[in-house]
């Protein structure tokens, strides 16, 4: 028994081929490719082109028969061409040289003024448990 398929672009342009059983799909492809419709864009080779059945996009390296595509009669499969990749052009940009500048010790560094919407502490306590934010009402994450 064979393989008998019609293939189906996205245009709605259709050609059809016929496998014998126990067909890989990268032959298959391959197969295809000497059959291509002339008014179709010519694609690169079988890793240019997309074979989907049932929803499913073909791995190259399996067989018709893994798939369960049933034998001696027509099924319909979907053919996309995969679109080329640009091609890149990797360009080299002189490094910025950055001025280093000392270290400033934490002890020197000085605390953001408190601005509307900025966080500030509550309390006498500080850190993280008298925390309050403008954005946030009171109470809110905690676990009740």
């Keep these: 028994m064979s393989y008998q398929v019609k293939f189906m672009f996205a245009d709605a342009v259709t050609t059809e081929c016929?496998?014998?059983a126990g067909v890989g799909v990268l032959e298959?492809?391959?197969k295809l490719l000497e059959a291509w419709p002339?008014?179709?864009e010519p694609v690169d080779g079988p890793a240019s082109m997309r074979m989907i059945y049932g929803g499913k996009v073909l791995e190259d390296s399996k067989?018709?028969?893994d798939y369960k595509i049933p034998t001696g009669q027509k099924v319909i499969m979907h053919l996309q061409p995969k679109p080329p990749q640009p091609k890149v052009q990797v360009v080299e940009t002189p490094q910025k040289q950055v001025e280093q500048r000392d270290a400033v010790p934490s002890s020197e560094m000085k605390a953001p003024k408190s601005r509307p919407g900025n966080c500030?502490?509550?309390g006498s306590t500080g850190g993280a448990a008298g925390v309050r934010c403008a954005?946030?009402?009171?109470?809110?994450?905690?676990?009740k």
């Design 38 to 40: 002339a008014e179709k």
């Design 28 to 30: 298959a492809k391959g």
């Design 63 to 65: 067989k018709f028969e």
């Design 18 to 20: 016929e496998f014998p």
């Design 120 to 122: 500030s502490t509550a």
């Design 135 to 143: 954005r946030w009402p009171a109470g809110a994450g905690t676990n």
